[in-house]
């Protein structure tokens, strides 16, 4: 069959057209292919521009609130303490009243020292678990640091400058180190030590840290009566902490030691320091307002346990028990006491309480080193209390066996005194 010229032509025309299109197709499959390989697969992250993994890593720890060595860490090297503005009561960055200048010459480290701080810091712990033999090793180069003298006291300033910590408490044996942290073996050792340099030195440290231990050892170490010339300084420190832990930016640490210093060196001033946190630490303040020497507190703790105004919205129990736990030393207690039974103003569930103190037991705050408390109960005879709202923590000793009959006496009397002013069968 013979075709016509012009429709062979058509035909040949349309298959090139068809052989170009096929090309390009090929071309953009070839293009298109080599770019997906270059980036497909294990991508690299861009010039300064940090990898997923790392990036969840910074914001896990940006909004962590966990205090360090909170469990049971790896103990190597020592780590950073958290920063008051994360929530952590370490340093007092805006202080509340001026600072004073303790002037001192400060001199430079020798290479000894600074070699036994670096031993002090090399703790290799394996599951939350210290040795006898490392605890041993570890003090004897504690003692070594000591016996260097004055030069060792710069090596000393040097680290506590970094603001690292290890939290020996966190550790199983960790009581085998005769501390419970690093920063609070290492101020000791400095004040043993000795010198305008080690007063210098605590005073600085005194005058930023907010870790109530730390604020307490400082506090015996420099002597906080009225008679020191660091007096003001060690009570406007425990003030300054304590706000800051009422304030919210605190990671749960126990306040015990602040509130042991106002009873201790603050006197009647106190007072009123204690009051403001009625409701904030409602165990802690009663019992100091009860502790305070030579009556000082007694008055404001009557007043809190009328509760007249309606001030006092948690823990009044404690309070009524620590009217009652005063009331044997102190006339004006008992008889705060007996008005507020013949009130009724008394909540039943203070009764129990309230039997106790009158029978001779006593509650007392447990860590309180500058009353020279026992920082944990050790006798089986005696209750311990915590109490998670404000970590609060006290211990009850009870009645001591050294009571004479006058005291016993004394004792049935005003009880008799009460039970005669009430018929309500829970008194």
Known sequence: MNREPGATKRGETAAVRGGVWLLLLLVVVLVGGIFWLRNSGSKQPAPNQPATNARLVENRIAASNEPAQAARPELSPPVPRPDAKTAAPVSRTEATVPRKSFPYTKTEATPQARQFVANLTQLQVTDGVLTPVQAAVWKESLRGLIEQGAPAVPAIREFLEKNLDINFEGLENGSLMGASTLRSALLSAMMQIGGDEAVGTALEVLQTTADPAELALLAKKLDGSDASPYHDAILNAAREALHLAASGQWDGRDVGPLIDILVNYGGAASVGDLEIYANTWFNYTPLALAAMPDGTGIHSLIQLAENNGGSVTL?????????????????????????????????????????????????????????????????????????????????????????????????????????????????
């Open 315 to 427: 823990g009044r129990d404690m309070y009524q028990r620590a009217l009652a736990q005063s009331a044997q030393q102190y006339p004006e207690a008992a008889d705060a006491l007996l008005q507020l039974l013949q009130r009724g103003r008394i909540d039943v569930s203070a009764w129990p309480g309230i039997a106790a103190a009158l029978g001779g037991a006593t509650l007392q705050i447990q860590s309180a080193p500058i009353s020279g408390k026992p920082a944990t109960s050790t006798d089986a005879a005696q209750k311990t209390y915590h109490v998670a709202i404000g970590n609060q923590n006290y211990y009850e000793l009870p009645p001591g066996g050294t009571m004479t009959a006058e005291e016993v006496q004394s004792r049935i009397s005003l009880i008799d005194r009460l039970l005669a002013a009430t018929s309500n069968p829970a008194a």
